[in-house]
Structures are given as structure tokens and as C-alpha cells.
């Protein structure tokens, strides 16, 4: 575990980009103005022009993690393991996990309310298939609720060893 530890702490995702905001009218509607955003910046994941910092939980990110849990009406604590992601300085996604055996698993994912359906959740499970390559492990299992599935099945997890849902790695 503690060799885990030690690679989560030195995993480092790529710096802040300087994806700008983005100038485009105000009469394009919103959807439009969302997947010209992601397709406007090449320099990782983006949303609404801005660049998703995607990074490992840390232990001084408790008092953050609890208070998005509070705003978005979210019961639990700050899990151990996970990533955390990051629009503006803003906290909007947490993703928890436990590395098993073979595999790693998630736990839960969860996206800000109001930032649902641009991408958020497929950009931390991205992020995460990377780490999982790099400690050696080739899948990522989940069991879902029955009304994410669909969600899952979206960002590659196949119907397998259900309950579970898995997403082979190459
Ligand atoms: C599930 C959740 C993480 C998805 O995050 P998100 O940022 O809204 O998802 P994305 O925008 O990345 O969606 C990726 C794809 O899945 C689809 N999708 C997202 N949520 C969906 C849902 N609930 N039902 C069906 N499809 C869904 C999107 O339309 C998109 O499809 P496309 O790429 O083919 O256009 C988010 O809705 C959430 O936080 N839910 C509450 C917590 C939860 O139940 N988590 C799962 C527990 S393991």
C-alpha cells in the first residue's frame, strides 16, 4: 500500500492550461457553446473554455471535499482514495476508489449539479484509467447504480461480471 501512497502523491497531471475564455457569441445556444468549448481546447480536458486540473485527493482537501458534499446535498465523508477535480480553482468533481488485486475500482463519482453533462464524470474516469495503467492494472471496475449505467456504458464499461461494470485497458 504505502508504494500506492507514495505513487499517488507523485502523480502529477499536467500544470493549469492557459485555455482562455472563449470568445463566442452570446446567441450561440448554451449546448453549442459547451462542445465548441471542449473542442476549442487540445490541451487536456476542458470545460466551458476552462481547463479541468484533475489530481489526486489530498488530506487537506477534507474541509473542501465536505463543504461541496454540504452544497450539493451529498451525504458522506472525503474518501481516502480518490481524485479530485477542479474548474477555476472550484471544486466540482470527487472520485473515489480502492486499488484491489488486478484492478481498480471506483467507488463513487460524483459531479457538481449544476455541471452535469459537459463531460465532468468522462474526464475523471479518463484520468483514472491513466493512473490505473500506471500502477498495472488493465480495468477499472464499478457497480453502478441502475440509473448510471447508461453513463458508464458511455465512457466504455462493458456489461461484465455483473453487478460490476468493467472497462478494459489496453
Ligand atoms: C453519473 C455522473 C458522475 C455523470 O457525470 P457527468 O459529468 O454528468 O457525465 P458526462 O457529461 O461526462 O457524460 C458522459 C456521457 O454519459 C452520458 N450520461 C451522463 N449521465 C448520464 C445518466 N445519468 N444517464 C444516461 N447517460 C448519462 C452523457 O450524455 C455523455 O454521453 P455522450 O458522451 O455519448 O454524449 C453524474 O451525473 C453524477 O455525479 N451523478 C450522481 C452521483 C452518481 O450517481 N454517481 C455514480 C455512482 S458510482
Redesign the pocket.
Known sequence: MSAVVRFLGGFKTRPKSTCGPLKVKNYLIHDYIDRYAVTACHNGPCVRGQRLFIRPIESGDADDVRRFFAVNA?AGEPPALGLIGKLVGDLV?VLSMEITGDAVR????????E???????????DELAKLARKIDRDRIV????S?????????GFEEAELPMMVRRLL
Open positions: 451529498k468533481a471506483i467507488d463513487d463519482v460524483f459531479v457538481a449539479r455541471l452535469r453533462r459537459k463531460r465532468i464524470g468522462r474526464f475523471m474516469v464499478v457497480e453502478p447504480p440509473d448510471t449505467r447508461e453513463f458508464f456504458r458511455r465512457i
